[in-house]
């Protein structure tokens, strides 16, 4: 495969279980799923954020420019940390949903008659 006709552009998913395989490497266990896109095909594959790095694969920069291998790794890491803080953002916002209906549901329960 031409790795060279591949450009991440910034597409990234959390399945929120690892439970992918990288699409390009199959490498299993995948959360944190990077779109990669063939310039040529249009083609789509999910893959891992290593993989970027590890397969050369260029990111597109915000002005649509081609980044170099330190400036793709630094668009990965910082679409990463995003994804990872939005994950655990989510994690507090279901947490503090239960004790609100933990909380709801013992307001509610009818006092034993004495
Ligand atoms: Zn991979």
Known sequence: MALKEWR?????HDLEAPDADCELCDHPDIR?????????TDAHLQIGSEC????????TGDDGEDLDAAGTRKKVSRDRRTLV??????????????ILLEE????AKPACPS
């Open 85 to 98: 803080e939005e994950a655990r953002k989510k994690r507090v916002i279901s947490v503090g949903r239960s």
């Open 32 to 40: 944190y799923q990077f779109e990669i896109r063939n310039r040529f």
């Open 52 to 59: 970027i790095n590890r397969f050369g694969i260029s990111a």
């Open 104 to 107: 709801t549901w013992t307001a």
């Open 8 to 12: 991440y552009e910034g597409g990234f």
